[in-house]
């Protein structure tokens, strides 16, 4: 397969912040933050495949600020690593004051993808290249994060034996 630069895959998507999607404490659910991340991750990583994909994993989500009613929020997403089948996706969200144009990055984020057949069964995936400096820092740790999420998964999968039956 050929290899695609990491820009292929980019995706984003700005989206207006209404009361309905807010907290008793006026500022955007988490739940509805990861939503809008994991759609756009997805669509980065199907871009890139150019298969249907389902998600492997999301790595930590930190809240760094929080998104208020009248506020944007713009996620870009772009695969930064593959495997044989699966491919990381890096996700950074920005809140923007659409009054006084002030933005903040609210929340980074990585997700796992893996491309599947009609079947459901995993497909391989095109390699990824870097072309900027960032992109190459995030390409030369994919390996590393790679890692802490097959570690993460067995320790998960080790908690689901445990207290999974009573």
């Given amino acids: 397969m050929k290899a695609k630069a990491c820009s292929e895959s980019k995706a984003v998507k700005t989206t207006l912040i ?9 500022t955007l659910f988490g739940g509805k933050l990861l939503a809008h991340i994991d759609d756009v991750a997805s669509i980065a990583a ?28 713009n996620i870009e997403a772009f695969v930064t ?29 990585f997700l796992t993808f893996v491309s599947i057949d009609e079947s459901g069964r995993p497909v391989p995936v095109p390699p990824v290249y870097p072309e900027t400096e960032h992109e ?18 067995q320790r998960s999968k080790e908690f689901a034996e445990e207290f999974g039956m009573e």
């Fill in 18 to 26: 209404f009361p309905p999607d807010t907290n008793n404490h006026g």
């Fill in 46 to 73: 199907i871009k890139h495949a150019r298969q249907p994909v389902v998600t492997a994993s999301t790595d930590s989500v930190d809240f760094l600020s929080p998104v208020t009613v009248g506020q944007t929020i």
């Fill in 81 to 109: 690593w593959t495997h044989r089948t699966s491919m990381e996706v890096f996700v950074r969200v920005v809140t923007e004051n659409l009054l006084t144009g002030e933005e903040k990055v609210c929340n980074t984020a």
């Fill in 136 to 153: 190459k820092r995030l390409h030369e740790s994919g390996p590393k994060r790679a890692q802490q999420r097959k570690e993460r998964r």
